[in-house]
């Protein structure tokens, strides 16, 4: 039998073969992938979602500034190894830049802020200089760009299930601070003083820290960010210009958690395409992501900064040069700058790696260069906290027994540290294994599993808890997660680093923090690698990965369904709360515009129980649980006539007393025994008058008489 000649296709055929569209096709096909299923999640709602999202524009105002000054600082090291490292060296040298431009706009801020400066045409000048002195290094980028002319690989187009988890980040920011996410006590922490204190710097055009909120004394390169964002949208806008602090600010840590996705797209790191597009999709489908990265933290800076410093710190090299180490210090500085605690999540691993490979003299620089971009942070709480006795704690309020306790009592440093300190239950080192169990391979903010599904379908009160079996707890996305640590072992030396991190992260998790499931996060970055790199290896490995990640994609479209009763439309017809509505006071008393002569800016309000004013029109004076207690104080000292004598010495109008919140308070952290309905009804029979308004229960609002 005659053989048959192999096919050959003729140079016609060559030719004329059809071509696969070019990567930048992705883009555009990622966002109207994303609008698609904002439309599904909100349905009717989608006009509100979207005009809300027109407030995205303010986070531009940041985050173009920052990433054109970054290309400047960048310019002269666009050519280093670990640069070039990259899938696309140009990708990630903007992720590298808008995150430098984002550090030097906070540290300037804090400088213009230590000199009193703080204002809109300051921070507008600030702005404006930065754009001046990046805009002619982007002219020099379109050469670069030719990689996004490439042709589409089949697989790449995995990268658009991240439209589901992009979709429910930007329909969650368009939700007022204060009135999403019950994990997280409806972003309680964005009133108290994520929001709450860019807001007080603006009014007293200083970042000195205030004596009314312990918060204020720690490092704050984000809300240094948001300082900036509330200067000029006042100067803008005018009185209302919360409104357009509370939506800019959130779209701005949005889109800071989405470069954070970026880096681990482009990290300097061996990994393939396929890859490196499922390590993005594990970062992006965990829905503490999208809790945190929804509302308007820190988390998600602290984030990117760690993605950049973890993916340099395992491609580092011995023969690297300086100004690489420089960059790794400088990264590792600004993430300690942003959160405390990212110290042990992040600046500790990446010691650990790099002493790991011996590169004792390297992390000697980066140490020192680190210190040196955190130094200011230092010598601010230095400053606020010189007494007599103490030169000043640099790292307040920690370590207060030691470092010293600035204008603190005793007291309040003990109910401080007991405060922070992991739960009684979670005591020894079985309650210790307990707790990480339960914040991450049982916990559905990390993953959901049966349960969670059974509960989104179909809602029982108190199902699924815990005394649900682990096993229908048991997040599904671990059951590839897991595997990848064991699997890592056999992927090379980098593998084996990240691996390190992570074992770091979860001791400091265990050692240093509340074990609480949010604080865990940073070790998500490790395990995207992780799993990524093993899908490299495994085929197999590698359509289980994808298959469980599809299905977590999947969930991330119902996290709105409990929260905002959105999916498919609203379950009812009520639309997303108004902005203030959070607080349940009267709107009289929120930014709107009050009627003639009542609660003007300069009412001055005493907050008692309540530590979240960031609504509330006019002057207050509050402080958290955790500082001292001024009307508490005054009847400690005199009685009842002592504290009425201190609020009309302080001009207050009103007196707002929650009572609900002081029992809870009093009950976790320690609330001042001696302000009781009993010592409130002394004042009032002294003049303190009750005001019958519409209030939630237990908030009590008093007239104070005038001196």
């Not at 988890?165 to 309680?188: K, S, Y």
């Not at 002569?597 to 300069?602: A, L, P, R």
Request: net charge positive.
């Amino acid at each position: 039998m005659k053989s048959r000649m192999a096919y050959r296709r003729s140079p016609a055929a060559v030719v004329n073969a059809p071509k696969a569209p070019p990567r930048w096709m992705l883009l555009p096909a990622l966002l109207i992938a994303t609008l698609l299923v904002m439309l599904v999640i909100s349905g009717s709602l989608v006009p509100t979602v979207l005009a809300t999202l027109c407030n995205a524009a303010w986070a531009g105002v940041i985050i173009i500034p920052a990433l054109l000054l970054g290309l400047a600082i960048t310019h002269k090291v666009r050519k280093l190894p670990v640069i070039e490292l990259s899938l696309w060296p140009l990708g990630f040298r903007l992720v590298l830049s808008a995150a430098l431009g984002l550090g030097v706009l906070s540290l300037a801020t804090l400088a213009l802020g230590s000199c009193g400066l703080i204002s809109g045409p300051v921070c507008a000048a600030l702005l404006l200089a930065a754009v001046a002195i990046g805009y002619p290094f982007a002219r020099q980028l379109r050469p670069e760009l030719e990689f996004l002319r490439l042709p589409i690989s089949r697989r790449h187009w995995s990268i658009l299930l991240a439209c589901i988890p992009i979709a429910v980040l930007f329909i969650a920011v368009t939700f007022p601070a204060g009135t999403l996410w019950h994990t997280e006590g409806n972003g309680f922490d964005v009133l108290e003083y994520h929001l709450q204190l860019p807001r007080q710097f603006l009014e007293l055009h200083s970042t000195a820290p205030v004596k009314g909120n312990i918060y204020s004394y720690l490092s704050l390169n984000m809300e240094m960010l948001y300082l900036i964002l509330a200067a000029i949208t006042h100067w803008a806008v005018g009185a209302g210009y919360i409104y357009a602090l509370v939506f800019g600010a959130q779209s701005l840590h949005a889109l800071v958690t989405l470069l954070a996705a970026a880096g681990i797209l482009l990290a300097p790191l061996p990994l393939k395409a396929p890859g490196r597009i499922l390590s993005t999709l594990l970062f992006l489908v965990t829905p503490w992501t999208l809790v945190i990265g929804s509302l308007a933290y820190n988390d998600g800076l602290v984030l990117l900064y760690g993605v950049l410093a973890i993916s340099l710190a395992v491609a580092a090299r011995s023969q690297w040069r300086s100004a690489e180490w420089l960059i790794l210090g400088v990264l590792l500085g600004l993430v300690v700058g942003t959160k405390m605690t990212a110290g042990v999540m992040v600046a500790v691993p990446v010691a650990a790696m790099l002493a790991a490979r011996r590169n004792f003299r390297q992390l000697a620089v980066v140490v020192l260069t680190a210190l040196l971009l955190y130094s200011p942070w230092m010598v601010r709480s230095m400053v606020a906290t010189h007494t007599a006795r103490s030169l000043g704690n640099p790292i307040f309020p920690i370590f207060t027994g030691t470092l010293g306790r600035g204008h603190w009592s005793k007291t309040l440093a003990l109910r401080f540290d007991r405060g922070h300190r992991p739960p009684v239950r979670d005591a020894g080192l079985i309650g210790h294994v307990r707790a990480l169990a339960d914040q991450s391979i049982l916990d559905r903010q990390w993953s959901p599993g049966i349960a969670a599904w059974v509960d989104a379908i179909r809602p029982a009160p108190g199902f699924p808890g815990p005394q649900t079996p682990w096993y229908l707890r048991l997040g599904l996305i671990w059951l590839v997660v897991l595997p990848a640590l064991g699997l890592g072992l056999f992927c090379g030396r980098q593998a084996w680093l990240l691996i390190l991190s992570l074992a770091v992260q979860v001791l400091a998790w265990l050692t240093c923090t509340q074990l609480q499931a949010r604080f865990l996060l940073p070790a998500v970055i490790p395990l995207a690698w992780l799993l990524g790199m093993t899908a490299e290896l495994l085929p197999a490995y590698r359509m289980a990965a994808t298959a469980l990640i599809t299905l977590q994609a999947a969930a991330c479209g119902l996290l709105l369904r409990p929260e905002a009763g959105l999916f498919l439309g609203p379950l009812n017809t009520q639309r997303p709360p108004p902005i203030g509505a959070a607080i349940s006071l009267p709107r009289d008393w929120l930014f709107e515009p009050p009627p003639p002569g009542q609660f003007t800016d300069h009412t001055r309000y005493y907050l008692e129980g309540l530590a979240t004013p960031l609504y509330i029109r006019g002057r207050v004076l509050y402080a958290t649980v955790f500082n001292r207690n001024e009307l508490a104080r005054s009847f400690h000292h005199g009685g009842a006539r002592a504290a009425l004598r201190y609020l009309q010495l302080h001009h207050v109008n009103y007196l707002l007393v929650d009572w609900p919140e002081i029992i809870r308070l009093r009950h976790t952290y320690g609330f001042d025994p001696i302000i009781t309905p009993q010592n409130i009804g002394r004042l009032q029979t002294l003049g303190l008058r009750l005001i019958t308004e519409r209030t939630a229960p237990g908030i009590l609002i008093y007239r104070v008489p005038p001196k």
